[in-house]
Each structure stands twice: as structure tokens, then as C-alpha cells.
């Protein structure tokens, strides 16, 4: 399986991207797919996630009402609309899948940077 992110960039305070991660070499009809970060000196944290099969998703709580997360089965992709951005949301920002609903990730991408500038 692979995970390939793109998306991201540089950009002022107050803008918006819109990350996308394409997956392949596997079809995902369960589990969840989620977006994670992690900012220089700081630890990977979540993000955002949603399941393949459902419209359930969930979010950190210093990304709800900013950031939207969305998936198209039938481009076996997952998406990460960033609205209204902040200095600390610079990270990179990395997306996975995982075959259930709990515990650890199985995939993990390379990551694509962000950096918000103010």
C-alpha cells in the first residue's frame, strides 16, 4: 500500500489548502483513513479522520470549525480542506489508513510540509 500526499505549501495567515492523499495498491472498503502532523520539536498528533465506509469522521479540537476532512471512494483518495490558517498549524502533515476502526495506523505517507506564515 502506498499513500501519496500533495497539497501542501507556503501561505499567509488566513488562507487555505487543500491537501489530498491518493492510495494504492489496495481498494478500502472498512477502516479509517486520517490525517496527522507533526511541527519541529513536537510529537505527531491527530489531525482529523474519516472512515472509508461512513460519513463518521472526527477532529482535534484546535482544527474544529477550520479544517474539513472528505474522501472519494472512487478515487481511493482522502482530502484535507485547511481554512482559516494559523503560524502553529506549520507542520508536516502526514496522512495513513488503517483496516479497522481502532488502534494503531498500518499505512503511513511521506508527508507534505505546511508552513503559515504570519
Known amino acids: 500500500v502506498q499513500l501519496v500526499e500533495s497539497g501542501g505549501g507556503l501561505v499567509q495567515a488566513g488562507d487555505s489548502l487543500r491537501l489530498s492523499c491518493a492510495a494504492s495498491g489496495r481498494t478500502f472498503s472498512s477502516g479509517n483513513m486520517g490525517w496527522f502532523r507533526q511541527a519541529p520539536g513536537k510529537e505527531r498528533e491527530f489531525v482529523a479522520a474519516i472512515r472509508w465506509n461512513g460519513i463518521s469522521s472526527s477532529y482535534a479540537d484546535f482544527v474544529k470549525g477550520r479544517f474539513t476532512i472528505s474522501r472519494d471512494n472512487a478515487k481511493n483518495s482522502v482530502y484535507l480542506q485547511m481554512n482559516s490558517l494559523k503560524p502553529e498549524d506549520t507542520a508536516v502533515y502526514y496522512c495513513?489508513?488503517?483496516?479497522?476502526?481502532?488502534?494503531?495506523?498500518?499505512?503511513w505517507g511521506q508527508g507534505t510540509q505546511v508552513t503559515v506564515s504570519s
Open positions: 495513513a489508513a488503517r483496516e479497522s476502526y481502532v488502534g494503531l495506523y498500518d499505512y
